[in-house]
């Protein structure tokens, strides 16, 4: 089993910057892909950034140029660097990560992080 605990989300005023953390723990199998989506209210779950365990990193067109993702494999943790940020990008954040076993690999989630872009 997988925990994944997100923290950093809360309000800040457009313009403004945030930084997301997500750790993850709990299982002696390496993690595979790791990133965040979102999802405002009254619309579908969408992909933010993702990056894999080698570094290969993809963006929404979204938040190209204003977010950054990256992460550290040493602690299992995956940062989201929140800049420039609209009132569109007001919405709950949920981590993911891929647990890679010998088995398959298998999808954990966090349980989000809200994150309020207002003046």
């Known amino acids: 089993q997988v925990q994944l605990v997100e923290s950093g989300g809360g309000l800040v005023q457009p313009g403004g910057s945030l930084r997301l953390s997500c750790a993850a723990s709990g299982s002696s199998f390496s993690i595979g892909a790791m990133g965040w989506y979102r999802q405002a209210p009254g619309k579908q779950r969408e992909l933010v950034a993702g990056?894999?365990?080698?570094?290969?990193?993809n963006y929404a067109d979204s938040v190209k140029g204003r977010f950054t993702i990256s992460r550290d494999n040493a602690k299992n943790t995956v940062y989201l660097q929140m800049n420039s940020l609209k009132p569109d990008d007001t919405a709950v954040y949920y981590c993911?990560?891929?647990?890679?076993?010998?088995?398959?690999?298998?999808?954990?989630w966090g349980q989000g992080t809200q994150v309020t872009v207002s003046s």
């Open positions: 990056i894999t365990n080698g570094g290969n990193t």
């Open positions: 993911y990560g891929v647990l890679v076993t010998s088995k398959g690999e298998y999808d954990y």
